[in-house]
């Protein structure tokens, strides 16, 4: 594959599942850390060196074994990456950098404000942020500026809410330099978010170019991140309620943010998204990230190997186009963070040997300590709802473990952490399937045409809402519905309307997830008016139109879309033609057994 050994600046979990990404291509990775590092276990190699990425000898006993030195974490020293750089810069016989990402970019993303500062640079948007002294004074300026609540964060050393503080009014002045003294310090206007989103980013080219993002640059799905205790809890993919035009502006805004900076690898891009559907980047890490690890299961390739692949001079190049998409519909990615006692964490990858599909990874960190991360869990499915309802005993366990984390007295056992989970599945039951289909009609009258249709959504299983949605009464609310459908997971809709009929096409205009049209007879010309306004839609908007008053066929139609990513759901359709087959060839071998003339009086 490639010849070149890499070097990592620290072992952690991060480093251990970039190993098992090099192992797979062959690949020789030597690790700086000390020698219980998770990563070192996975990797027997000479070329380790057992020290701490913060010592410049270690630093450089390392480069001196290894052709190219990426990092686990950022902050590491780069002044010794920058002597380094002046000694030896490039792979020997190449012009390519013996340091992916580039110190330079590590440095700029080391200090937060100097990361929000390049980014204005690059008008890339961001939140207002201003320097400020670690003082009452200053403090106050900075809410003068800013207004309350600001969130004042530690410039340097600052990851998983470590180094932020809310200042909420000038009442918490005082305690916040209390809780961040002795650090650089800057404010930032408080991001009123309504969702904080990630994009995993794969650069290929070592020069910076923001006018060549699109060619130097690959996208990871964006995905929705869950916070608590200021620490990643969940991911979900595709984020929830989010639509395919926000999430792709998601992924282009990461794409130029990362653009901007000089080397290749993996970056982590952290987002907010406003409620007025805008964007704004919170940060970014230089290298693979928690929200990422479901790609190890859920995409084509994951960030781990990705990021094997950017650094090196053979391979930058071999990251195909579709590398990064999903190759399954949904996932959820839960963390295993660690509990009372040091082997609290096992419960929750215990239990996640009893559901389906669930892939546990173990970080093999040794004795757990609270709010310490030891593993994680990833679950993949048809659709986000599948993967929700799989992973809710194992969010209850992690939840109860949280109850128990910081009990001192000793009393928290496994029995004790698995009836507080008994008492959360109790108060917390199973989520309801999320609707992958919506029924919609212009007016309640239109009920009773669709009711046989509901009903056999409710035999097959299909979770479904119903709405009434009049393309003449309430077009806003219309246009608002289809614009959302797709972003909410929905995979059909099914639109019933009569007389002018314009509810179907109206909708099927502004989604593009399929639209089934159910013409309703109304009062004079007995549903002809409505299935020639549905059927004939201009090039462009297609809707699948049914016969007059047929929600049955509208309802397997839709079944027959969502069974193309449900397995279930194409088994009840599968069936169901079986079963039709089976009751026409006995109707058949009935008629030829009896002759039609008895078969005729037998059915009246």
Same mark, same amino acid.
């Given at each position: 594959m490639d010849d070149h050994i890499v070097g990592v600046l620290g072992g952690g979990q991060l480093g251990r599942m970039l190993v098992e990404a090099a192992n797979r291509l062959n690949i020789q990775v030597g690790v700086l850390d000390a020698d219980s590092a998770p990563a070192k276990y996975l990797a027997n190699s000479d070329r380790h060196v057992t020290g701490s990425f913060a010592n410049a000898p270690d630093v450089k006993a390392l480069a001196a074994r290894c052709d190219i030195l990426t990092y686990e974490i950022e902050h590491v020293g780069t002044e010794i990456l920058e002597e380094l750089d002046s000694e030896r810069p490039f792979v020997e016989g190449t012009k390519w950098s013996r340091f992916q990402p580039s110190w330079?970019?590590?440095?700029?993303?080391?200090?937060?404000?100097?990361?929000?500062?390049?980014?204005?640079?690059?008008?890339?948007? +961001?939140?207002?942020?201003?320097? *400020?002294? !670690?003082?009452?004074?200053?403090?106050?300026?900075?809410?003068?500026?800013?207004?309350?609540?600001?969130?004042?964060?530690?410039?340097?050393?600052?990851?998983?809410?470590?180094?932020?503080?809310?200042?909420?009014?000038?009442?918490?002045?005082?305690?916040?330099?209390?809780?961040?003294?002795?650090? !650089?310090?800057?404010?930032?206007?408080?991001?009123?978010?309504?969702?904080?989103?990630? *994009?995993?980013?794969?650069?290929?080219?070592?020069?910076?170019?923001?006018d060549a993002w699109e060619k130097n640059t690959l996208a990871y799905p964006t995905v929705e991140t869950v916070h608590e205790d200021s620490i990643c809890k969940l991911v979900y993919v595709p984020p929830r309620d989010v639509s395919q035009q926000v999430a792709r502006a998601a992924q282009d805004l990461a794409r130029r943010a990362v653009s901007t900076f000089q080397g290749t690898g993996v970056f982590g891009v952290e987002l907010f998204l406003l409620p007025d559907n805008t964007l704004v980047v919170n940060e970014i890490a230089p290298r693979p990230h928690n929200s990422g690890h479901y790609t190890i299961e859920a995409c084509h390739m994951s960030q781990f190997e990705a990021q094997i692949r950017a650094i090196l001079p053979d391979l930058a190049s071999k990251i195909p186009a579709g590398a990064t998409d999903l190759a399954v519909n949904a996932a959820m990615m839960l963390n295993i963070l660690g509990g009372p006692q040091p082997d609290s964490h096992l419960l929750v990858a215990k239990a996640a040997l009893d559901v389906p599909g669930a892939k546990i990874h173990l970080y093999g960190k040794g004795e757990g300590r609270p709010g310490r991360k030891m593993g994680h869990i990833t679950i993949t499915g048809s659709s986000l709802s599948e993967c929700e309802v799989k992973m809710h005993p194992l969010i209850q366990m992690v939840d109860a473990i949280r109850v128990h984390r910081n009990d001192r007295s000793g009393q928290s056992s496994a029995t004790s952490i698995l009836k507080t989970q008994a008492e959360l599945l109790d108060s917390n039951p199973t989520p309801?399937?999320?609707?992958?289909?919506?029924?919609?009609?212009?007016?309640?009258?239109?009920?009773?045409?669709?009711?046989?249709?509901?009903?056999?959504?409710?035999?097959?299983? #299909?979770?479904?809402? *119903?709405? #009434?949605?009049?393309?003449?009464?309430?077009?806003?609310?219309?246009?608002?519905?289809?614009?959302?459908?797709?972003?909410?997971?929905?995979?059909?809709? #099914?639109?019933?309307?009569?007389?002018?009929?314009?509810?179907?096409?109206?909708?099927?205009?502004?989604? !593009?997830? !399929?639209? #089934?049209?159910?013409?309703?007879?109304?009062?004079?010309?007995?549903?002809?008016?409505?299935?020639?306004?549905?059927?004939?839609?201009?090039?462009?908007?297609?809707?699948?139109?049914?016969? +007059?008053?047929?929600? *049955?066929?509208?309802? +397997?139609?839709?079944?027959?879309?969502?069974?193309?990513?449900?397995?279930?759901v194409r088994t009840w359709v599968a069936d169901h033609l079986q079963q039709m087959d089976d009751e026409n060839m006995e109707k058949e071998h009935r008629l030829q057994r009896e002759g039609w003339k008895i078969y005729k009086k037998l059915d009246g």
């Open positions: 330079r970019t590590v440095r700029t993303i080391q200090d937060k404000f100097t990361q929000k500062q390049h980014f204005a640079k690059y008008a890339i948007s +961001i939140a207002k942020s201003i320097a *400020v002294s !670690p003082s009452q004074q200053g403090l106050k300026e900075a809410g003068e500026a800013l207004g309350y609540p600001f969130m004042l964060k530690s410039r340097t050393q600052a990851y998983d809410g470590r180094g932020n503080f809310p200042v909420k009014s000038e009442s918490d002045i005082e305690p916040a330099i209390s809780a961040l003294a002795n650090r !650089p310090l800057y404010a930032e206007k408080w991001a009123h978010f309504k969702m904080e989103l990630a *994009v995993m980013v794969v650069k290929t080219a070592q020069e910076d170019d923001p309801s399937a999320r609707a992958v289909v919506a029924v919609v009609m212009g007016s309640d009258t239109d009920l009773a045409t669709l009711r046989p249709g509901l009903t056999l959504l409710d035999t097959m299983g #299909i979770p479904y809402e *119903v709405h #009434i949605t009049s393309a003449h009464r309430t077009p806003q609310y219309m246009l608002d519905f289809g614009r959302a459908a797709a972003g909410r997971g929905l995979k059909a809709i #099914i639109a019933a309307a009569g007389g002018a009929a314009h509810l179907p096409g109206m909708m099927a205009s502004e989604t !593009p997830i !399929p639209v #089934i049209g159910v013409p309703v007879k109304a009062s004079s010309l007995d549903g002809l008016d409505s299935l020639l306004s549905i059927v004939q839609m201009p090039r462009g908007i297609p809707v699948a139109t049914v016969g +007059i008053g047929n929600s *049955v066929n509208a309802a +397997i139609l839709a079944a027959r879309i969502v069974g193309s990513s449900d397995e279930k």
